[in-house]
Structures are given as C-alpha cells and as structure tokens.
C-alpha cells in the first residue's frame, strides 16, 4: 500500500537498495582484483607524461634504485618464502634446465630469425625499420627476465623455486651467450653492416651484469634463505600472514615504470615508422602466446609420446607446477641484461640508432608482463582443477591439454554469464 504522497514503504525499498548496493560492491571488488593491470596503464601514462623522473640516469636513479633495491625485494621475499630442499631438488632437475634454456637461447632466435628473413624478402623498401629487426634478433638471444616470471610462477600455483633456479642459470650464461649469438644470427647484407661490425667492449658491461646479478639476486635470495633456515617455521607463518607475495607484485609495476620511462625518453619509439611500431606491438603479442603454447606443450607431451617405451624419459610429462614454471621462464626477456648488453656491444654506433635498436626489447618485455597477467589467471584454473583430480604428481596418467581449454571455455561462459546478469 502507498501513503498519501504516492511514495512505496521504506521497508519495500529497502531490499532494492541493498541490492542495488550489493552489485555495486562486486564491480568495485571485480575491478580491484585488476590492480596489477590497472597499475599497469597508470605506470605507462607516468612513463609518458614524465619519463625523466624514472628513466636510466633520471631523477630517482632508476638503474640503482629500482634494478638493485626492487629486484633486491623482489629476491628477498622469494628466499623467504622457498623451502632450501625444494631449490636443491630443482638445480638437480636436468630436464626442467634442457626445456627452458633450448626454448630461450634455440627456439627462440631460430624463429626468430626465420621471422626476420620473411620480412626482409617481402619488404624491399624497408617500411619495418631494420634497426627494429636487428632489434629483434638481439631480443630472441638474451635470457629470460629476472623477476617478473618468479612472480607470476607463484602468483599461478607453480613451482617458484623452478623459476628461480632457470633465472639464475639463463643470466649467468646469457652474458656469454648473447653477444656472440647475436652477431652470428645478424643478416650478412651492406643494411646490417652498423650491427655486424659496430661491435664495443664488452669487459665493462660483465662487471655491471654480474655485480647486479650478484647484489640484486643471490644476495638476497641467501639472507632470505639463511633467515628461513634459522626460524623455519616463524618465517613461514610471517609470510602467508603479510601477504609478501603481493609485495612482489606490486614491485614489478616499478619495472614497468622504469622500462618505459627510458623509452619514451629516448625518443626512439616516436621516430619509428608506423609500419614498424603496428608490427613490433601486435608481433609482440602473437610471439609470446605462441612461445607459450611451445613450452605448455613441450613440459606436457601428447599421451602419445610419453607413452611410447623407448621415449618415456624424454618425452615425460612434468608436474602441473614446473610446466607453469616453464610456460613464464621459456618466453620471457630481460630487460635488466638486455639493455646494458645492447650498449655495451655496440657502443661506438650512434646512439640514436641504439635507442632504436632497444625498442623490440623494451616493448617486449614490457607487453609480455601485461600478456603473462591474464595467463596467470588461465593457468591457476587449469592447477586447480587438475588437483580436484589427484593429477598433481601423477603426470602422464590424465590429460592435460583438454582440462585447459576446457577452463578457457568455461572462463569465458562465466564472464557471459555476468554480463547477462548485470544487464
């Protein structure tokens, strides 16, 4: 019944209201579980606005401030958080090693390569920048990146203490690997000759690499271990009770902030074609998902060959945690040797073509993060339900592959059946 001013009960209202209320708390908390990605675009229009302020010699010294003192968190928190026996299990795993550094300094500059003499054969007048393709080139052959794919590792439900051991192992070779490796994989043609024969000294640029190695990564990493050692089980309890994890997370937005700071700044990604800034962006995108479905289907072999007698060590399945630890380790880039590297071995070319050569790294490494973020979400699914089954140390006895597509199915009919509801 109405009163005389036509106005329904308040206690008719107050269920809409509570309800109207209700469904405007769930956006808000479904937006704030994106805050990394939120965090993301705010780091990038930072970055643009005003790259001075974190770019490599800006105002917060970002080449110590972030590539020591981040990292050092990021690396501190992952000694507190590993058990030791599960870091001497994985150094052990010889397997795990061929699979994620065959796909980082083999696979990877192989295809690659082949991607760079398509394009040269089908464009002639050069419209994509050839400093971006000997960009590219450089990319394909350093090691995967420090401390974004440990946090996703975790941040996933995978086997962090496997990568972190593949970090460790890819940047003390990629010093090594990566100069020479570059050089010989550059096309022999008169346009490639700056690259070929522009080479620096590259003595300056090891001391930088493995003191940062050193101080930012294994320093950490052994305090943090030494303090879990000691109170093992206080330790533990400290670290689920203040959610350190997602202080790495929230670390790596600084990453993105410097990354982009120095590129923008350096004004190289402005001067490029618009051939070239459209292919390096959606390349981008399709190299990393297709690198990752090579390590997924790499780590978990079809039934078919991890059946056969003769292939069964070669071709078995790892555990649902170490494949998700090689689906972030095996594509992934470091920016944090890539840059110092790319200066150093071509110090005497002219800066501006540097700058332009270090856009396919900066741009990789940087989207290859905000590409990681979604897998993320897939790949906890895919752990999860693989647990529900008892599959988590049988391997090879279920099929993997399907439950996968099976939750991106289903994610999606999730994400439709909001929508419905909402509307």
């Given at each position: 019944?109405?009163?005389s001013?036509?106005?329904?009960?308040?206690?008719?209202?107050?269920?809409?209201?509570?309800?109207a209320?209700?469904?405007?708390?769930?956006?808000?908390?479904?937006?704030?579980?994106?805050w990394?990605?939120?965090?993301?675009?705010?780091?990038?229009?930072?970055?643009?606005?005003?790259?001075?302020?974190a770019?490599?010699?800006?105002?917060?010294?970002?080449?110590?401030?972030?590539?020591?003192?981040?990292?050092?968190?990021?690396?501190?928190?992952?000694?507190?958080?590993?058990?030791?026996?599960?870091?001497?299990?994985?150094?052990?795993?010889?397997?795990?090693?061929?699979?994620?550094?065959?796909?980082?300094?083999?696979?990877?500059?192989s295809?690659?390569?082949?991607v760079?003499?398509?394009?040269?054969a089908?464009?002639?007048?050069?419209?994509?920048?050839?400093?971006?393709?000997?960009?590219?080139?450089?990319?394909?052959?350093?090691?995967?990146?420090?401390?974004?794919?440990?946090?996703?590792?975790?941040?996933?439900?995978?086997?962090?203490?496997?990568?972190?051991?593949?970090?460790?192992?890819?940047?003390?070779?990629?010093?090594?690997?990566?100069?020479?490796?570059?050089?010989?994989?550059?096309?022999?043609?008169?346009?490639?000759?700056?690259?070929?024969?522009?080479?620096?000294?590259?003595?300056?640029?090891?001391?930088?690499?493995?003191?940062?190695?050193?101080?930012?990564?294994?320093?950490?990493?052994?305090?943090?271990?030494?303090v879990?050692?000691?109170?093992?089980?206080?330790?533990?309890?400290?670290?689920?009770k203040t959610?350190?994890?997602?202080?790495?997370?929230?670390?790596?937005?600084?990453?993105?902030?410097?990354?982009?700071s120095?590129?923008?700044?350096?004004?190289?990604?402005?001067?490029?074609?618009?051939?070239?800034?459209?292919?390096?962006?959606?390349f981008?995108?399709?190299?990393?998902?297709?690198?990752?479905?090579?390590?997924?289907?790499?780590?978990?072999?079809?039934?078919?060959?991890?059946?056969?007698?003769?292939?069964?060590?070669?071709?078995?399945?790892?555990?649902?945690?170490e494949?998700?630890?090689?689906?972030?380790?095996?594509?992934?880039?470091?920016?944090?040797?890539?840059?110092?590297?790319?200066?150093a071995?071509?110090?005497?070319?002219d800066?501006?073509?540097?700058?332009?050569?270090?856009?396919?790294?900066?741009?990789?490494?940087?989207?290859?993060?905000?590409?990681?973020h979604?897998f993320?979400?897939?790949?906890?699914?895919?752990?999860?339900?693989?647990?529900?089954?008892?599959?988590?140390?049988?391997?090879?006895?279920?099929?993997?592959?399907?439950?996968?597509?099976?939750?991106?199915?289903?994610?999606?009919?999730v994400?439709?059946?909001?929508?419905?509801?909402?509307?």
């Amino acid at each position: 019944m109405e009163n005389s001013t036509g106005a329904a009960p308040a206690q008719e209202r107050t269920p809409g209201r509570r309800l109207a209320v209700a469904k405007r708390v769930l956006m808000l908390m479904l937006i704030l579980r994106q805050w990394l990605l939120i965090g993301m675009g705010v780091a990038c229009v930072l970055a643009y606005f005003f790259p001075n302020v974190a770019k490599h010699g800006g105002i917060i010294k970002s080449e110590y401030s972030v590539m020591y003192g981040v990292i050092a968190i990021i690396f501190l928190v992952s000694g507190l958080s590993i058990p030791r026996q599960k870091l001497f299990t994985q150094f052990l795993n010889w397997r795990l090693h061929l699979v994620v550094q065959i796909i980082s300094f083999l696979f990877i500059p192989s295809l690659v390569l082949a991607v760079v003499h398509i394009i040269l054969a089908g464009d002639p007048s050069g419209h994509i920048d050839r400093a971006v393709l000997a960009g590219y080139i450089f990319t394909a052959c350093i090691p995967t990146t420090i401390a974004s794919n440990v946090v996703m590792t975790r941040a996933a439900g995978g086997d962090d203490a496997a990568a972190l051991v593949e970090v460790l192992l890819a940047n003390i070779l990629g010093p090594f690997v990566t100069a020479a490796w570059t050089v010989a994989l550059i096309p022999n043609t008169a346009e490639f000759d700056v690259w070929r024969y522009g080479g620096g000294s590259l003595g300056s640029m090891y001391k930088d690499v493995f003191q940062q190695l050193g101080l930012s990564v294994l320093l950490p990493l052994f305090v943090g271990q030494l303090v879990r050692w000691t109170w093992p089980e206080r330790t533990a309890s400290v670290v689920q009770k203040t959610k350190l994890p997602k202080l790495a997370s929230a670390c790596m937005l600084l990453l993105i902030w410097t990354t982009f700071s120095s590129c923008f700044a350096t004004g190289a990604l402005q001067t490029l074609s618009v051939q070239s800034v459209i292919f390096v962006v959606f390349f981008n995108i399709g190299l990393y998902i297709v690198l990752t479905a090579v390590c997924f289907f790499t780590s978990r072999p079809p039934l078919f060959f991890s059946s056969r007698g003769w292939s069964i060590s070669i071709f078995k399945r790892m555990s649902p945690e170490e494949t998700i630890a090689v689906c972030f380790c095996g594509p992934a880039k470091s920016t944090a040797l890539g840059i110092p590297l790319l200066y150093a071995m071509w110090a005497p070319v002219d800066l501006f073509i540097k700058a332009k050569t270090s856009v396919p790294v900066l741009l990789y490494t940087t989207e290859q993060i905000c590409v990681a973020h979604f897998f993320v979400q897939l790949f906890r699914q895919w752990h999860a339900r693989i647990a529900e089954k008892g599959d988590v140390e049988q391997g090879p006895s279920h099929e993997a592959e399907p439950e996968m597509v099976q939750t991106l199915a289903e994610s999606h009919g999730v994400l439709g059946r909001d929508e419905e509801r909402n509307n």
